[in-house]
C-alpha cells in the first residue's frame, strides 16, 4: 500500500525511468523498445490522478495514431493527451496546458516534436484517435474522441486545424473509440463514435477494492450506459447525426472498442462494439423502403455474450479472416480473470473458438486493452500482440513501478493454427513496464515488416521495434479508387503460392487508436504474389498481378499496381 500511493503521489507519469525489464533469456524479443533518446519522442501521458481518488474516467484514456500527415511517404506519430478532467460535465479539460503530440518521421528511428508547428492550440482529454480522409482530399484528417467536446482536425497541406464547429461535430460527452466508413455508398466516410458513460463529475463513487481500500470503480458501479453517435457525411463538409434514424440510439451502452467490418459481405458497413460489462453489438445494416437502418444482431449471432454466457469487460477489436474461409472474424480483448473472446465467422452465425485458438488460459493473466492481429514474423499467418495494464491497483506495486502496470504479450500463430505466448516477446531493458492502453502498427523504418506504438496511461509511449525472426517475404498495398482517395472499406485478396489471404482498407480499429491503413501481407516462402482480386467499395471487383514482393505497391482502381 504504501509503494502504491508513493507511485500514485508522482502523478504516475515520470515512474520507471531505471528500472530494468524482463530479461529476454534465450530467446530473443520479437518487439525490442527504442528508447526516447534514440527516437526523439519524449511524449508521456497525463491522466490528472490526484492521490486518493480513483474517478473511472481516468482509466481509459491512451490513443495513438500512425498517419502520413506530411505526405512524404513514411508514417508520423500523433499520440492524444489527457491532462485534467473536466471539472464539470461537457466542458473542456480543465488542463489547459495538456497538449496532444505529433511527431514527424525523418527516418532512421529519428522523431522531431512538430505539435507547435502543425497543430492548432487546443485543449482537451482526449481518450482515442481516430484517422481519416473526411473530406477526401487525399489527407488524412484526425478524429479526437474527448471527455467534453471531440475535436475534428483537419489536415491542410500538413497542417492541421480545428474543423469541429464548422462541420457540425463536437458532442460533449464521454466518447471513446472511433471508426471512420462510408454507411450509404456515396464515397464519403461518415463516422461512429462509441460512447462509455454518460458522465459528469457528480457521477463518481468512492469504490473499494479487496481489503476495503479505495480503488476504481467498475461501470455496474457507476451504472450510467449512453447511447453511441452516428454522424452521416452529407458530402457539403458537414455531418448530420443519425444514430436515433437509423437505430443504433435505441440501446445503450458501455462502448470501449468499435470496428468497421462487412460480416455478411454484402456490401455495405457494419460496426462491432465492444462494451465494458455489458453484451457486445453488432450494428448491421439492413435496407428499409427509404433507405437502410441498423439492426442490434449480436444476441442472434452469438457474439454478444462468450460460449459461456459471460457479458465480458469488452475493450479492444481486431479482425481478420483467421480460418480462411472469406470471411471476416473478430478478437476482443477484457480483463484480468477474462480470456479474449474469438468469434470465428460462420456466415450464418459466430462460433466463439476461444480456447480452440489457444486463447483461453494465455490471456486470463492480465487485462488487455489494444490489440493487433498482424503478421510480425512474415510467415504468411497472423501474430497477435496485445497493450496491458490493471484496472485495479496492484498494492504491492514497487514505488517505481505504475500500480496499474502489466507486461505487453505477443503471441505467435503456429502451423496448428493457435496462438502461443512469447513471455519475453517484448524486450524492455532498461525501461519500467507501463499500463497500456491504445496501440497502432505500421511500418516505421520502412525495412517491410510492422513495428508497434504503444500508449501508456500515466506513462511514456513506447516504440517497439520489429525483430522477429523473418521467415519470409511480404507485399504491401496502399489502396485508392479513381479519385486517388484511400478506397476505405475495399478488400485484397492476395494469393501466393499455396498461401491466400484477405483483409479490408478501415480506418480505425485496436482500441482508442489507428494504424497505418495500407494493408500489410506477409508471404511465406513466396517471393511475389500471383495474384490479387480487390473488390471496392462500390461492389465491382479487378485483378492484379503477379507483384513482385518485399515493396509497396499502390493500386489505383481502373489499373494494375505500381
Known sequence: ???????????????????SGPEPGNAPAWLRLVPPGESGVAFTHRSGHVDGKYPIAEEV????????????GDLD?????AGVLPAARGVATADASARSALYRNDGGWRFVDVSAAALPAISAYTVAVTAGDFDADGDDDLYLSNIGPDILLRNDAGRFADATTAVGLGDPGFSASAAFADIDGDRDLDLFVTRYLDWGPEIEKACTGPGGLLDYCSPASINAPVRDLLYRNNGDGTFGEVGVATGIGEAKGTGLGVVALDWNADGHADFFVANDGMPNRLWTWTATGDGFKYEDAAPRLGCAIDLTGVMKAGMGIAVSDLDANGREDLIVTNMEKQSDSVYLNMERYFQDATARLGLSAATRERTRWGILLLDLDLDGDDDLFEACGRVSLKRDAPADIHPLAEPDAVFERGASGKFSRLDWGVDLTGTAIQSGRGAAAGDLDGDGDLDIVVGNMDGPAMLLRNEAPRRGHWIGLDLRDERGVRAVGATATVTAGSLTQRDTVRNGSGYASSSDPRLHFGLGHAAAADSIEIRWPDGTTSTAGPLEGDRWHTIRKGSTGS
Open 1 to 19: 500500500m504504501i509503494a502504491a500511493a508513493a507511485a500514485m503521489a508522482l502523478g504516475l507519469a515520470a515512474i520507471g525511468a531505471a528500472q
Open 61 to 72: 484514456a491512451g490513443g495513438v495514431a500512425l498517419v502520413d500527415y506530411d505526405g512524404d
Open 77 to 81: 506519430l500523433f499520440f492524444g493527451q
